[in-house]
């Protein structure tokens, strides 16, 4: 029999720090579109330079990835959240000394290795805290929630880079991710609620991967969050403003109506999941071939007025939030000793992908320099297209992906 959510007061505190640990993700991950255009002034920064700022968080949570979940299944969530929020602390306070592109990678790298805890982090809270069936829904509704991080790094991170420099915005970030820190130290248990409702075998990452009902899940997380945050996290903020002709502030209002588009959409998901009376197969297929449609369309039109462009973005945002049936349906086919490893590995994936899509996107922008500039976008938009449409391709035709 399925079991209720108890909403008990350790059920509320560890929701509140999973909503956090999402939304500072969301933030430094969308962040990027809005501080895009100050570094590259500042620093007098190439297409493909800043394409390696931006993304360097990424590659670095790549490496962390693997040794992420093995210490939160050793050591638990408590002290390593708490430890790697403070590196985060230091890293975005690092940012404020930088003075050259060499050092600004560097203190990157080390806002990345505090950000790589908190995918695994949050799943890993949800999965000891939480029975499986509703990890689907918890996990939208932390997109939902969470999701305010990313707005926060839209139009308002806009407006008070504006008004205050983006310097001290980035401090008053290290304080409050400071306080943070010790906050989840204090009041996260050491131990889960509840024993795990099922046990089994912990497969190392190898069994993971050679597993025909994990296999699918790993080849579409390839492209669950790069095609957003390519947008939302970096290219964005330059398309709007060579494209458009925005100012940073009005690239940030519609960055921000983005990122309603993807807490609407992680909830919506998250119902379907619980709810609705679709295969997670069918609801994740749809979802892909959603957000090529609207790229494609993108790339093929010349001369996009702001409004299309606008809607087929928000399109495009709101379908890729298929991720959450699929982290859902990962869950329910490992065995709960192996959750820290498989989400670990499903991390690793999914923000490899990041810095690929942004750095090749960036290269496509630098190599057709002499090209107008909505002609150079309408290339890169192609190229996304291309790359979700072919990992959607294996899924299709993956008997173990139709699996519930």
């Known amino acids: 029999m399925t079991r209720r959510i108890r909403f008990s007061l350790q059920s509320f505190i560890v929701i509140t720090i999973c909503v956090f640990l999402f939304g500072m993700g969301q933030f430094h991950r969308a962040a990027g579109a809005i501080v895009a255009p100050v570094w590259q002034d500042e620093y007098l920064l190439t297409a493909d330079q800043l394409g390696l700022v931006i993304s360097v968080i990424f590659m670095v949570n790549i490496v962390a990835q693997g040794f992420i979940g093995s210490l939160l299944d050793r050591v638990g969530p408590r002290r390593i959240i708490s430890l790697f929020l403070l590196i985060l602390a230091f890293g975005t306070l690092a940012c404020t000394f930088t003075s050259s592109f060499t050092t600004l990678i560097l203190a990157r790298i080390l806002l990345g290795l505090g950000l790589s805890v908190g995918g695994v982090g949050m799943y890993m809270l949800l999965a000891r805290n939480f029975p499986a ?157 959603t957000s090529v449609a609207s790229l494609s369309v993108l790339a093929l039109t010349p001369d996009m007025p702001l409004w299309a462009a606008n809607v087929l973005l928000f399109v495009m945002i709101f379908a890729q939030q298929f991720y959450v049936p699929l982290i859902a349906q990962l869950r329910q086919v490992v065995p709960d000793a192996a959750i820290g490893r498989a989400t670990s590995l499903y991390t690793i994936i999914a923000v490899a992908a990041i810095p690929t899509f942004q750095t090749l996107f960036g290269v496509v922008i630098q190599q057709t320099a002499n090209l107008p500039a909505e002609q150079s976008y309408r290339l890169g938009f192609a190229l996304m297209a291309a790359m979700v449409v072919t990992p959607t391709l294996l899924f299709t035709f993956s008997k173990a992906a139709k699996q519930p």
């Open 133 to 289: 069936s509703q990890f689907g829904f918890l996990n939208g509704l932390m997109v939902t929630l969470g999701g305010f991080g990313g707005l926060l790094a839209t139009y308002p991170l806009a407006v008070g880079i504006a008004r205050f420099g983006w310097i001290n915005v980035f401090i008053g970030l290290s304080v409050f991710t400071a306080a943070f820190a010790a906050a989840v130290f204090l009041v996260t248990k050491k131990d889960p609620v509840d024993q795990p409702e099922h046990s089994g075998p912990a497969p190392g990452f190898l069994g993971l991967i050679k597993d025909d009902r994990v296999r699918p899940v790993l080849i579409m997380s390839c492209v669950i969050w790069a095609p957003i945050t390519a947008i939302t996290g970096l290219w964005g903020g330059p398309y709007y403003k060579a494209v458009h002709a925005l100012s940073l502030e009005e690239t940030g209002l519609f960055q921000m109506l983005f990122f309603c588009a993807t807490m609407a959409s992680g909830m919506t998901y998250g119902f379907i999941d619980r709810w609705g009376r679709f295969s997670r197969y069918s609801v994740i297929l749809t979802g892909a071939l």
